[in-house]
Structures are given as C-alpha cells and as structure tokens.
C-alpha cells in the first residue's frame, strides 16, 4: 500500500504575501495558469448570486470582488459585462450539459456536481490584476530556493525514495526536477490552494475573457469526478482551477495522469505514487531528455555581442566556447555537442546561462525563464550542487509599472518597439531594447535597467 502523505493545510496566506510582491501572469500557464506558485511566475523576462457582490466582509472571509473594470480593457472585463454575465451564470453551467454528455459524464454526476454552484467574481480581480512593481530574478530565486525548501525537499526525497526510485526507472525524468516543481508550486504540499477547482473554472467558463479555454477545463474537471479518480473535496487549488501539489490543471490531468500504484485511481492530491509519476510522465511526453541537464551557468566575456542571446539561436557547446563563453572555475562541458541558447536574465552586469532542452521542456511545465532556472537550480542544490558562482547586479532596482509603461512608450517613440505599451516585459520589448542600445554602443542585453531609461528620457 502507498504511504500516504502528510495531511495537506489550506495556508494561502504565503503565497497571497508572495503574489502582491512578484509577477502575475501574464499568458496562462501552459498547464496551470495562476496555478500554485505558478501564479508569481510572470514575465520577468519574456507567465450565485445575480445581484452585484455584497459589501466587503469584516474579518478573515474571502474578499469579494472590487466591482471595477478589469485592467486588461477587455470587453467582457468590464464591470457591466461581469454582472451581466454573472446574472446568466445558472443558464450558462446548465448549457454545457449536451458537451457533457458527449464526454460520458452521466447527467446525475453533472447534475450532482454542478447543483449549487455560484460565481466567484473575486476571480475578475485576481485575473486582470496588474501589479505596480515586480521582483528582481535574484530576489526571486532568493524567496523560492533557499535553506528551509531545500531541507525540506530532501526529507521528501528520503520519505519518498522507493516511489522516486520506480519513476525514475520508468519515465527517465529526473527526480531532483520532479521534487524541485513539487518543492516550488505548493512548498510540498502546505500551499496548494483552497479553491473549489469547479466553481473556479465554471466561473471563468461563463465570465470573462476567456471563457473557451476555461470551459474545456470546466468539463474536464467533472471528467475527473465523473470516473472517480478524485472526489470533489481533493478538487481545490487555485483561483485558476491548478490542484494538487504539482498543480495540474484538469485538462494536463486528462493528458499525463497515471495509476502508478495500480489502485484504480489517478490521485495526483493524495498517493505520492501517482503524483511524482504523473508529473514525470508530463516532462517525458513534453520532450524530456534522460540523463541530461538543464543547463549551465557561464561566464559571458566583456564585448560580447549580446544579440546572440536569443532562444532561437541555438549553438553547439563547442561553439559557444569558441565565442568566449566558459563555466565558471573552467570547469569543462559533459557534451560538446549538445545545443544550447543563451540567457542572460540581469543583462550584461549579471551571469549568463546556456540551456538545454530539458530546460525547454521546464518552460512547458510553466512559460517564464524565471520558473524554469528556479526549478534547475533548485535541482541542482538538491543534488548536492553549489549555489550560483557570480554575482547578480543587486544594485539595479527593478522599475514600477508606469516606469515600464514609460520605457515601451519612449521605445515606440524612436522607433524601436511596435506593439501596444503594457507594462510587461516580453521578447518584443526585449528586442526594442536591444535595438536601442545597440544604437548608443551600449551592451545590447535587453535589460530595462533605470540607466536604460534614463538615457531613452534623454537625460
């Protein structure tokens, strides 16, 4: 029989504190959009009732919704939309029974499993909220990779060892990486979440902008409860619909959920079986490569021509070395041969990075460089690896939103940047910077350090 794992606690407060200090997504999380610590993972670089919502509450009861437009200008982010979608909510769930039928779910299940559902339109806030500043990527690794989590993931690894051992035989992932993810989306399972994944996603699947994509998740969350691998008790997370501890949203359940332990149910809550081989089991199918890294920290030589630091420009190993760029201590690449891109997350005054392609497969798992060098070098320190050699530039302060905002309209205003100015950081604005710079004969890192905009202010 499976161990079974240490009862799992609701304290969210954690990642609340977390969430109004780091990045909200920006897109969703390929698999868990604002899933666990998920939610944090920006683009540092570049993610009822039909009346209006009654009076906020005193004490410790959730927060209801603002009543305000959503920041994100969206049509159906609009305070009206919302309350007119909300008062539609009822007819909207009971609409999507025929596509249930179509999936198998019998109509006492759905009627079962949706009876009594109301709106959470606290969601509307959480979905579109913009926060003013955002944390360094050093600050960052700081919070996610530190003492207390690593000792604690190698207590799961010991606790955990003969189903770490058989994943590993079976799948060819990692087990640093599956418990570095584990580690970093709930803090080993006491920061999970404790919203209803179903009045989540059925929230967003009649509410909002993006409705299509949260209705698919809707109806395969009563898929799940449906065939009985999780009851609906274990079907609380995030305000997204992630759950679990390795923070699965319900459509990446359908797709890479196993019974490991053969008990007839594919308990990514509650069986560490099941939940360290589903998650290896969605890093195999999404590319992983067995025995390999993620990546290697380097050292970047002084006129480098940063333009090269693209994930489209993938070079051999031994390329790269040719260009000047060495790892630390001069210790010698295992292969070659293998192809890499460069990253460097602080620009030119920070380290660089070459990743591999189980670094890509991380960036699956969630999309920002950010939470995929967080899940390597937390696998790293649990296999006994060494922290970070060089130094991070801790002196450069990370700009607030409307200095983001100024940055992108400045960009646009010479030329550099064509899209629409939004205070997040993507590759496109990554480019625009990288153009300017390369204008002035500066380092063209992309890096929106104060300097930057200081010289696009003409100051």
Partial sequence: MTQPMEPLTKTRAAVVILAAALLV???????????GLSNLFGNIFSGPNSTPPAAPQSGSGPLPWSGEDGASGHPLMTAGAIREAAANFDHCVASMWP??????ITQENFQRFTAGLTPDLRIMDLMDSQPEFTKSIWDYLDILVNDNRLARGREILAQYKAQFDATENAYGVDRYAIAAIWGIESNYSAQIGDRSVLQSTATLSCIGRRQAYFRDEFLSALEILNRGDLKPEQLRGSWAGAFGPTQFM??????????ADGDGRRDVVDDPADLIASTANNLKKDGWQAGQSW?????????????????AKAMTMTQWEQLGLKRPGGQPFPRTSEKAYLLAPAGAEGPGFLMLQNFRVIMKYNPAEAYALAIGHFADRLRGGPPFVQAWPRQERELSRAERLELQQLLAQRGFYRGIPDGQFGGQTREALRGF?????????GFASSDVLERLRGR
């Fill in 295 to 311: 990546g290697y920290e380097v050292v970047v030589p002084k006129g480098f021509n940063y333009m090269l630091a693209d994930r």
């Fill in 99 to 104: 596509d249930a039928a179509r999936r198998n």
């Fill in 437 to 445: 710079q390369a204008s002035i004969g500066a380092p063209a890192d």
């Fill in 250 to 259: 319900p459509t990446a359940f359908k797709r890479y959920a196993v019974d």
């Fill in 25 to 35: 997504c920006g897109a969703a999380n390929a698999q868990s959009p604002g899933g």
